[in-house]
């Protein structure tokens, strides 16, 4: 049982809310805290939210990308295991609110950017939720088109297939939305040890039929593109900011997850044993069997949906396509719909519900043009990844710096919800977070726009600008942390914004 400063008492089956809360316009049901007795998500519960999430056609690409660019196998894959341990430290930071006092990714937010400038980190990482929700769709669409080309020759013919496919996936998605937050747990649960043996599968596979795994690694150089003369050293910065930036967006928001956790040691367990190991396991199945059609088949085949097309019969071909379809899904509805969908109801609580923020999630998610974001390995990982962890890197320096540095992880869950808290700010607005935030992301703009007009996203003569770029999420973190902490520490003395209980 918690106490708040406001007196409100949080008990295991119900959190009593006081009228004026209940009636606030910062209030509704979904980002109400989480009472105790819903609080029920267990270390498995998390750490397969993690692998349902990592077990995706992305992941499996995500070493092969790197090592187009220039990298060797174990090169890449030590890159992408470090990048998920570094991300995963934010991660566990950020969580803690979630689990101590129930709370959403954009209701924390109001304790550094205020009650109303929470709207602006809360609308930066749905953006980027949209543009993913966008991409893993994409990618699903196409994944269902191969397998219907498969199942059914005469639909290669079809005018318009792709689309067809794109759209069928898409309203899967409307469909699960409409669940809610304990459909996409169930998912998760049920889903991941038939992703993980699906990957299993298939690295037997390539290891029986392409000589054996010490085989296929060697001949695994063969994956590298011609930039494989290209010094590790030039790759490896923007390589490890692109893996910290895949999942810098859900180091934010994971308090939208950790709220239904049962203890802080559920969640970072959980976590531990669910992100890094994931990762890098699924990555080494991508690059393993990747190369083993090298061998079996004299060509790189990179997407495991076109190469279980060509291994399998129609049993296979469906049993693929049902593994697919919940890998995609699981992630999207995870990953990419439960942030943007609180952080759209958080717009306007009284007239946006968690259920039309994803339907207006889907809709974005079409409008950014996925197929453009997923256009090739160069503009996927030095474009879209780098950048926008530019953005998040900014923000959890900010949250981080302002929860455990600056209140101890003292919060008074009341005034969260109050126009004339403690959080009220100026208007609603902690002009210091805002300015924080600016601040951090300025240096790594030239960057940006360099990487953004260049084919391929990776400039051929980097200034002292593009180099800066290639740690965006590092800078602008480290930034943010330093200016935030420095503009907010004499409000820390007057007393002010800062609850002083427990």
Known sequence: MTTTAAGATYAAEAIPVPDDIQHSPLWNKDLAPTPLSRRTWSTYNIAALWIGMSVVITTYTLASGLMQEGMTWWQALMTILLGNVIVLIPMVLNAHAGTKYGISFPVMCRASFGVRGANIPAMLRA?????WFGIQTWIGALALNTLFVAAWPSWASVTGGVALAFALFWLIQVAIIVRGIEGIKMLGSYAAPFLLSGGILLLLWGIRHGGGLGHILTESQRLQGKTSNVSFWKLFPPALTANVGYWATLSLNIPDFTRYARSQRSQVTGQALGLPTTMTTFAFIGVAVTSATIVIFGKAVWDPVVLVTMIGGPVLIIFAALIVLAAQLHTNMAANVVSPANDFSH?????????????????????????????????YIFTWLIGYSSLMGALGGILICDYWLLRKQRLDV???????????????????????????????????????????????????FDQLYSYAWFVTFGLSFLIYWLLMRRQIAAGKSITQNS
């Open 127 to 131: 953006v980027v939720a949209c543009g």
């Open 414 to 464: 009341d005034d969260l919800f109050r126009m004339n808290g403690r959080y009220c700010y100026w208007g609603g607005v902690n002009p210091r977070a805002v300015v924080a935030l600016v601040l951090a992301i300025l240096p790594v703009v030239p960057g940006f726009v360099r990487a953004a007009v260049t084919p391929g996203g990776r400039v051929a003569h980097p200034d002292f």
């Open 347 to 379: 717009l306007s609580p009284k007239r946006i519900s968690f259920v039309t923020g994803g339907i207006i999630t889907a809709i974005i998610g079409i409008l950014m043009m996925p197929w453009k974001l997923y256009a090739g390995a160069g503009a």
